[in-house]
């Protein structure tokens, strides 16, 4: 198609076309933009909603069961397993008591034994503290000790024999294997 309108008037039609490109350019813009709006204003609504729900929901939980309750379960657990493993039955040993029952009744007359500990979880080492008359009794009762065959081996510090009289010892014993 041939533009017979003078250059003049070329121009004004020119610049009507650019004016009415940029105002429905910029209306479609404008459009879109609103439209975007609209579809991110809406997310953001249902975002909110769902995030007043899990924040309720937190609460709740939280009134539920609280973190004092929650600590005192935990401390009252933590004690009962140590409970459970101070008189639990090694299996590859015979029982505490029968232990104790057989370190009492080597101890001759002048021994008094006051502590039993068992050293370390599964190590089958017994501490044993006591008071000796005199450094004679200490010495049978550690030989007695020695030759019983529940025993593999029985540690006395020289601490313990210094003293001629009134003699107040610790000792190791370590159990032999359980047959």
């Known amino acids: 198609m041939i ?28 459009g879109l933009t609103i439209i975007i709006l609209i579809i991110i204003s809406s997310f953001a609504f249902v975002l909110s909603l769902r995030r007043d729900e899990v924040l309720g929901q937190i609460n709740a939980s939280r009134q ?3 973190m004092d309750k929650l600590t005192t379960i935990q401390q009252a657990i933590k004690e009962a397993n140590s409970l459970i493993k101070i008189l639990a039955v090694i299996p590859s040993q015979e029982s505490i008591s029968a232990v104790y029952r057989r ?17 370390g979880e599964g190590s089958g080492r017994v501490e044993i503290s006591g008071r000796g008359v005199t450094r004679t009794d200490l010495l049978s009762y550690i030989d007695t000790l020695k030759t019983d065959t ?10 313990n024999i210094i003293r001629e009289r009134d003699i107040t010892f610790n000792l190791t014993v370590t159990l032999a294997p359980y047959k």
């Open 3 to 30: 533009n017979l309108l003078p250059a003049t008037d070329r121009q004004a039609l020119r610049s009507e076309y650019r004016h009415r490109l940029f105002i429905v350019g910029g209306l479609l813009t404008f």
């Open 64 to 66: 539920g069961f609280s």
């Open 103 to 119: 370190l009492i009744d080597k101890r001759g007359v002048g021994i008094q034994l006051t502590h039993f500990k068992f050293l």
């Open 150 to 159: 529940h025993f593999q081996s029985v540690e006395s510090p020289v601490k």
